[in-house]
């Protein structure tokens, strides 16, 4: 079935650096590509999307790249904050699908320290 | 517009009773889906509605859950005779814009379910 793999499941950056957050998936037709983060007892906050006609998308401190040869999309966030700490999820487009279903990825949970 | 607001927050049930679930999405989203999500793990699809037609349904969701979208504006989700293995997160989300069915895909902040 439809799988998108996310990389790493845990990610621990000093406050300041950068951290990267790589996913692949499967699905040769998938075409949107949202990111989100989640807090603790909360939904998933959408913090960029992407769709498959444009490389790379960025937004302030967070950029996006995707390479759809190589099935493959990242998540950059730049100068981070401890408020960045979070659990963040990739997520792709069902792309057979005409409802909107998306895949998810296992997530990552990231922190910050100061 | 305050985005996806879902009621209630948190849920607990006993075992066997039937609970049922609230979403009100983005008005100017006519696409509207509900996810679960267990601890510690992604969401996972379960239904989908285009305005008040319901499209697609994942195997995940048995013949005790059911869901309404009337009028194409708010959700129901409903749990019969709920077990232990429905406790999780349930998510709704909706979508849709100038840019696309599939943009702004946002969530609620879900209603947790806990069966005793």
């Known amino acids: 079935g439809e799988n998108v793999e996310q990389h790493p499941s845990t990610l621990s950056v000093q406050e300041g650096d950068s951290a990267v957050i790589k996913c692949t998936y499967s699905d040769s037709a998938s075409n949107y590509f949202p990111w989100y983060k989640q807090e603790l007892g909360k939904g998933p906050q959408l913090i960029i999307d992407i769709r498959s006609n444009v490389g790379e998308k960025k937004d302030q401190r967070i950029a996006v790249t995707l390479n759809k040869t190589a099935k493959h999309f990242s998540l950059h966030i730049t100068e981070t904050q401890p408020e960045d700490s979070a659990v963040y999820f990739c997520?792709?487009?069902?792309?057979?699908?005409?409802?909107?279903?998306?895949?998810f990825g296992q997530g990552t949970t990231l922190q910050v320290k100061p | 517009d305050t985005g996806v607001s879902q009621n209630p927050r948190h849920k607990i049930t006993k075992r066997g009773q039937n609970v049922t679930f609230r979403c009100d999405p983005i008005?100017?989203?006519?696409?509207l889906y509900w996810y679960r999500q267990t601890l510690g793990q992604g969401p996972e699809f379960l239904t989908y509605f285009q305005n008040e037609a319901q499209l697609e349904k994942s195997r995940l969701l048995s013949d005790r859950f059911s869901a309404e979208r009337p009028k194409g504006s708010f959700s129901t989700l409903e749990i019969q005779r709920t077990e232990q293995g429905d406790s999780a997160m349930y998510l709704c989300a909706s979508s849709g814009s100038r840019e696309g069915p599939l943009y702004g895909y946002t969530f609620g902040s879900g209603t947790r379910l806990t069966v005793v």
């Open positions: 008005s100017e989203h006519n696409r």
């Open positions: 997520a792709a487009h069902h792309g057979s699908s005409n409802t909107g279903k998306l895949i």
